[in-house]
Each structure stands twice: as structure tokens, then as C-alpha cells.
């Protein structure tokens, strides 16, 4: 029985599901929206949410605590400046996912997973005649 044990296990060992989710964490800080399955995405939003609630605290511990995490120091200044200002005045709900389909290959349910206000960056192709 599994009584009081939360969390999906994925099929991996916890070594590999703390790697993984460290990983995802900041890949999804660094580029602001990621592609991954529906599953994971929704045993990642807990996650996310409490590096951003680390990086709204600001102090020097919240700090730390984060880098004990995220392992990447300019992704963690990112979330500690840019992201944290974005999301100063909101009291949660700072990520979103968004069903995208099935994959071909297994059939997995897809998913993408963003920080609320996430804008495509729009590059400008110059063409010359």
C-alpha cells in the first residue's frame, strides 16, 4: 500500500529523479519553457514554484539554498534578478502547462511547462535584395 507516499517515481531510482528534476529545474529557469512529458511537468511545477518563492525572499540564505539546487550560478543570478522582479507582486501560480498531444513514438502524453508571462522571442531576419 502507499499510504502518506506522494510523488510519482517515474521508473527511476530517487538518485536519478533528484538529478533529473535539478536538471529540468534549470533548463526551464534558463530558457523559460520547456517540452517534456505531462507527468513530469506536474511533479516539476512544486518544484519551480519554491526556487521562485526562494528568489522573492532575496536574502542571503534563499540564495544558497537555491544554489544547493540549481547548481548553475547564472542561472540562479537570473532567477535571483530578472525573475524575481517579474514576479514580485504575485502571490503564486507562477508556472503553466499546457497539453500538447501524444509522442509518436510511446504515445506519452506531452506537455509544456512556462513561467507565466513567458514571451517568444521574435528575431528579426533582415533580407537583403
Do not use: C, W
Not at 39 to 52: C, G, T, Y
Not at 64 to 73: C, D, E, H, Y
Not at 85 to 107: C, E, K, P
Amino acid at each position: 500500500m502507499r499510504h502518506n507516499n506522494s510523488g510519482r517515481k517515474l521508473g527511476r531510482t530517487s538518485s536519478h529523479r533528484e538529478a533529473m528534476f535539478r536538471n529540468m529545474v534549470t533548463s526551464l529557469f534558463e530558457h523559460e519553457r520547456i517540452t517534456t512529458t505531462k507527468e513530469k511537468a506536474k511533479e516539476l511545477r512544486p518544484i519551480a514554484e519554491k526556487m521562485i518563492t526562494l528568489a522573492k525572499r532575496g536574502d542571503q540564505h534563499a540564495r544558497r539554498q537555491a544554489l544547493g539546487f540549481i547548481r548553475s550560478k547564472g542561472v540562479v543570478e537570473k532567477l535571483f534578478t530578472t525573475i524575481q522582479s517579474q514576479f514580485a507582486d504575485r502571490a503564486g501560480g507562477y508556472t503553466r502547462i499546457l497539453l500538447t498531444g501524444v509522442r509518436q513514438g510511446d504515445a506519452a502524453q506531452m506537455a509544456i511547462i512556462e513561467l507565466v508571462g513567458y514571451q517568444e522571442k521574435t528575431e528579426k531576419v533582415d533580407k537583403e535584395n
